[in-house]
């Protein structure tokens, strides 16, 4: 069981806005800890979408955003398309500044 | 450009040590933490630990702590990360990342390949 809590899954039809949730606790998001957002395509290594709750590394589309309130965090994703089909995770610290990760959220497009 | 190449696939059997390299280029190997993530075949990322490059100071994920070490060659810009006492639970591929700026809540912003490892008996 993940310390972060995100749903199983995701839809969307193209040109739809979806978002995806992130819950923690007080122990990590609501202890003021950074969260991360990556996307990972099947048989790759992740990539950073969102970094520090709402910035986008240089790249990224706008279409993706980040927020951050309290013991949660949540990714947007506008305008959607085909080819943002693909596992989300998100990440943030503890206490013990050791990482937590999300269990994963897969956006299936329609 | 940043690269991180790590090594290759490795079968181990059940009670054996396997050590992941993880060799970076394009960046200053000190200014950047490494990180260290696994992902069992299906399941979601799971965190390991990260090493701070210029001091050698770590930290391992609970679940880890006594089984995993993490280590570093300054001058081949070169991380390691050894786990001990494999058992199947263990059979995952393991990346090692970048610590996008100097701070321990810190994102990954480039990843190596990774490195399957399979315990199997």
Not at chain 1, 34 to 59: E, M
Not at chain 1, 67 to 74: E, I, N
Not at chain 2, 26 to 36: A, E, I, N, P, V
Request: proline share 4%; net charge positive; aromatic share 10%.
């Amino acid at each position: 069981q993940s310390v972060l809590t995100q749903p199983p899954s995701v839809s969307g039809a193209p040109g739809q806005r979806v978002t995806i949730s992130c819950t923690g606790s007080i122990s990590n998001i609501g202890a003021g800890y950074d969260v991360h957002w990556y996307q990972q395509l099947p048989g790759t290594a992740p990539k950073l979408l969102i970094y520090g709750n709402s910035n986008r590394p240089s790249g990224v589309p706008d279409r993706f955003s980040g927020s951050k309130s309290g013991t949660s965090a949540s990714l947007a994703i506008t305008g959607l398309q085909a080819e943002d089909e693909a596992d989300y995770y998100c990440q943030s610290y503890d206490s013990t500044l050791s990482g937590v990760f999300g269990g994963g959220t897969k956006l299936t497009v329609l | 450009h940043v690269q991180l190449v790590q090594s290759g696939a490795e079968v181990k059997k059940p009670g054996a040590s396997v050590r992941v390299s993880c060799k970076t280029s394009g960046y200053t190997f000190s200014d950047y933490y490494m990180l260290w993530v696994r992902q069992s075949p299906g399941q979601g990322l799971e965190w390991v630990g990260w090493i701070n490059p210029r001091s050698g100071d770590t930290n391992y994920a609970q679940k880890f702590q006594g089984r995993v070490t993490m280590t570093r060659d300054t001058s081949s810009r070169t991380g390691y990360m050894e786990v001990r006492r494999l058992t199947s639970d263990d059979t995952a591929v393991y990346y090692c990342s970048r610590g996008a700026h100097w701070y321990t809540g810190t994102s990954s912003d480039y990843w190596g390949q990774g490195t399957l490892v399979s315990v199997s008996s």
